[in-house]
């Protein structure tokens, strides 16, 4: 079953401006990751960030958390081309539960316009 | 290191063939998941090892799905007999520890006809 869902499923903004895109997941959580996915290529790890943290950022990638929610965004500021791709966020199982794989949402497709 | 290593990057078999797919995990690492990703479904964990051993198999579809790990470098996917709907991309990934970042392969790109 999937933990986390991504909002929207699709993304299209003009290169320089932010992108914001949303997980909600189900479970309580040790903690949340986001990963990149170019077309035709592997998932690539961006960012972890743990149950105890609000807020965590990484050059141009900021990600958030609301443990009471359940929820997590990540923007990405002053989009570039490059930048175009989908974009997971990941739940491992809480710990003392019995399985140990990431879970992933169907993601957001996001389009970077020249 | 040169990261998960997949093989063939490429498939393409008849409907009733066996395929296998293979994976070179990161040394070290002591996790290795197969995942299998389609534009329906998504990302679905099919099955994952820990030090070598099948931990969680709730994910394979079916018993023509079968997999191994008979080393720490060393992963394969069997699907005996294929059918078209196994179509999908199928991604090995990696990890060092419980939760933890998890590094992806390329992906092999199974096409059955």
């Known amino acids: 079953s999937q933990q986390g869902e991504e909002d929207p499923q699709a993304l299209s903004i003009q290169e320089g401006e932010n992108a914001t895109m949303n997980c909600s997941y189900k479970?309580?959580?040790?903690?949340l990751q986001w990963y990149r996915q170019n077309s035709g290529r592997g998932l690539v790890h961006l960012i972890l960030?743990?149950?105890?943290?609000r807020e965590k950022h990484s050059g141009r990638l900021r990600v958030t958390l609301d443990t009471s929610k359940k929820s997590s965004s990540l923007l990405i500021t002053a989009s570039r081309a490059a930048d175009t791709a989908s974009y997971f966020c990941a739940t491992p199982p809480y710990s003392g539960g019995g399985a140990d794989g990431l879970t992933f949402g169907k993601g957001t497709h996001l389009i970077i316009q020249p | 290191d040169a990261g998960v290593i997949q093989s063939p990057r490429h498939e393409v078999t008849e409907m009733g063939q066996e395929v296998t797919l293979r994976c070179k995990p990161i040394?070290?690492?002591?996790?290795l998941f197969w995942y299998r990703q389609t534009m329906m479904r998504g990302l679905e964990l099919l099955i994952y090892?820990?030090?070598?051993?099948?931990?969680?198999d709730s994910g394979m579809p079916e018993d023509r799905f079968s997999a191994k790990m008979p080393n720490a470098s060393f992963s394969t996917l069997k699907i005996q007999p294929s059918e078209p709907r196994d179509s999908a991309v199928y991604f090995c990934?990696?990890?060092f520890g419980r939760g933890t970042e998890a590094f992806f392969g390329q992906g092999t790109r199974l096409t059955v006809v």
């Open positions: 040394s070290g690492h002591d996790y």
């Open positions: 990934a990696s990890s």
């Open positions: 479970t309580s959580i040790n903690n």
């Open positions: 960030i743990r149950s105890n943290e």
């Open positions: 090892f820990n030090n070598n051993v099948p931990i969680d």
